[in-house]
């Protein structure tokens, strides 16, 4: 079993920044590659970001490219989402996941991932 918590959700102001974290536990994180995804009222969950094992592989939404960075660092068992120039639109809950079979890929396709932790809510107001 893996688990994982998301942290560093909030409200912000449009063009603001935030960094989520998400610490996981449980059997070794640094195994796994990690993804970000998100899910806004009345609409499908949706990709983010993804990271593979070493860090070395990652892809982006085309919607968050150039805004959002994500990164790893396994010796905390930890993954991160710096997103900025947020826009109101970015608004949603915040999920992270772990991909535990695929270790050096960055999937986009929720399918993937098989834990996931319980999100944390980013509100980015105009």
């Known amino acids: 079993q893996v688990q994982l918590v998301e942290s560093g959700g909030g409200l912000v102001q449009a063009g603001g920044s935030l960094r989520l974290s998400c610490a996981a536990s449980?059997?070794?994180?640094?195994?796994?590659?990690m993804g970000w995804f998100r899910q806004a009222p009345g609409k499908e969950r949706e990709f983010v970001a993804a990271?593979?094992?070493?860090?070395?592989?990652?892809n982006y939404a085309d919607s968050v490219k150039g805004r959002f960075t994500i990164s790893r660092d396994n010796a905390k068992n930890t993954v991160y989402l710096q997103m900025n120039s947020l826009k109101p639109e970015d608004t949603a809950v915040y999920y992270c996941?772990?991909?535990?079979?695929?270790?050096?890929?960055?999937?986009?396709?929720?399918?993937?991932?098989?834990?996931w932790g319980p999100g944390t809510q980013v509100t980015v107001s105009s």
């Open positions: 996941a772990a991909d535990t079979v695929r270790f050096y890929a960055a999937s986009t396709s929720r399918s993937s991932y098989d834990y």
């Open positions: 449980g059997r070794t994180s640094s195994n796994y590659a």
């Open positions: 990271i593979s094992r070493n860090g070395g592989n990652t």
